[in-house]
């Protein structure tokens, strides 16, 4: 006998109706969970401009100002990290233009540690971001370099709950570790054994094991490495361009040194001020015009220079030592120094970034004068190589307002194609689009 369900008709629709909505509970639940999972492991992330995400209200003025009147940018950063300063460090070091790349990343790791101590992961996550683009882009920093770069990014990125990102920085260790021909034996072991720990503790079993039996490999075949007082791993590899020094003019010193003199009252000043007592307006008005006094005469003095220059070399010294001051007026108007030093600047800012921009872009033509000097079109390929990253980095930073992007990483990797079609190239940048995000990660010739 088939028994009668016990059900009405009624109650038969509302279980359905039930189950429909716990059905639609548990999609939902899963679609959600996947795009958390997507969002929080995916990587690498979204990119930020970092010039957009400063804050310049944070910024303390009488140790920022330090820079401005000789102090070494390297002692002001230090000062601010142990003060707990960590924006005025962090603008110090993004618009340092005498740190090198391998000093720039170092710092940055410093900033990332103190804002991480700070609980501002955010920021720290930032710092990472920022030294994974000079590892990837740098034409200055040796392979070796590039590959502990990324370890520690990932360390870092590892420590602040971003698997994703981590990941994404220790496949490019071991990019490097692998595909480089410049990276010697007894380095690329040490980065494999690392890359085998830190895989091994986020679960990565089997790339772990693949770095230990590369590692054993290497040194069955090489041994053990030993220390060499002249081994240096972290030799620049574009010698090209290495800084040339910029030729010294009596006017711009003397306008420079009451620049210097003036920035030293208004920091005696700050320094013995109560809190929010008004600067002096006299003694406002003299750093604005020594400034504004100081741009006149680089002004003249640049353009002057790069006329009368007898060399390639000593133009591309001028064209650089333009930049450099223009960037530090950039920074001037943007507050950098936690004041406003020239308000007319500040008003300004649209054109000081056009000329900014236009400063590189003379840079860009002098450096092509420069390689179109050269014998071989390889040799011609292998600076462009160089330049190009280099111009791409700087505006990646946000350095190079407004750069042409599109072009020149078109022209990188035309450049880039041609090197690795010869054989000449092994291990170089290539662009990623992820959600019309251009993101930058290392890729090797087959």
């Not at 690498?44 to 009147?69: M, N």
């Not at 009451?258 to 809190?275: H, M, P, Y």
Request: some cysteine; glycine content about 8%; overall charge negative.
């Amino acid at each position: 006998m088939v028994r009668k369900s016990a059900l009405t008709p009624g109650r038969t629709c509302l279980l359905r109706v039930i189950l429909g909505l716990l059905a639609l509970l548990i999609v939902t639940g899963l679609v959600s969970g996947g795009a958390y999972l997507y969002l929080r492991f995916r990587s690498p992330s979204q990119w930020s401009d970092p010039v957009q995400q400063l804050h310049t209200d944070r910024v303390d003025p009488s140790l920022a100002l330090s820079s401005l009147a000789r102090a070494s940018d390297v002692e002001v950063v230090n000062r601010s990290l142990e003060d707990g300063e960590l924006e005025t460090g962090y603008v110090i070091v993004l618009f340092n233009t005498q740190l090198t790349d391998g000093e720039h990343v170092g710092n940055l790791f410093l900033l990332a540690d103190g804002y991480a101590a700070a609980g501002d992961n955010m920021r720290a996550q930032r710092c990472y971001q920022q030294a994974g683009l000079i590892a990837t882009l740098s034409p200055t920093v040796s392979d070796f370099g590039r590959a502990n770069s990324f370890l520690e990014i990932g360390e870092g990125l590892a420590e602040l709950g971003n698997r994703g990102e981590a990941l994404f920085n220790y496949d490019q260790a071991y990019t490097v570790a692998v595909h480089s021909p410049f990276v010697k034996d007894p380095h690329r072991a040490d980065v494999l054994g690392q890359l085998a720990a830190e895989y091994e503790a986020l679960g990565e079993n089997t790339k772990a094991t693949e770095c230990s039996a590369l590692q054993a490999e290497i040194l069955y075949t090489t041994g053990e490495p030993e220390d060499d007082p002249e081994d240096d791993p972290e030799r620049p590899t574009a010698p090209f361009l290495m800084e040339v020094p910029e030729p010294t003019a009596a006017m711009v010193a003397s306008y420079e040194q009451k620049r210097v003199d003036t920035v030293r009252e208004l920091i005696d000043f700050l320094q013995g001020a109560a809190a929010g007592e008004p600067i002096p307006q006299e003694l406002a008005t003299e750093v604005t015009q020594a400034l504004v006094n100081e741009d006149n005469a680089r002004r003249s003095v640049h353009e002057e220079q790069l006329a009368a220059a007898s060399s390639m070399v000593l133009k591309i010294g001028i064209a650089e030592a333009k930049v450099d001051w223009l960037a530090l007026k950039h920074r001037i108007a943007l507050g950098g120094y936690g004041l406003q030093l020239v308000p007319a600047w500040a008003d300004d800012l649209a054109d000081i970034e056009a000329e900014l921009g236009a400063a590189h872009r003379e840079l860009h033509g002098i450096y092509g004068e420069q390689i179109s000097t050269f014998s071989d079109d390889t040799a011609k390929d292998r600076a462009w190589f160089d330049v190009l990253r280099l111009e791409i980095q700087r505006g990646r930073l946000g350095l190079y307002p407004r750069y042409p992007e599109e072009e020149l990483i078109s022209q990188l990797v035309e450049v880039t194609e041609r090197l690795t079609g010869s054989g000449d190239l092994l291990l170089y940048p290539e662009v990623l689009h992820e959600n019309d995000t251009l993101l930058f990660s290392l890729a090797w010739a087959e």
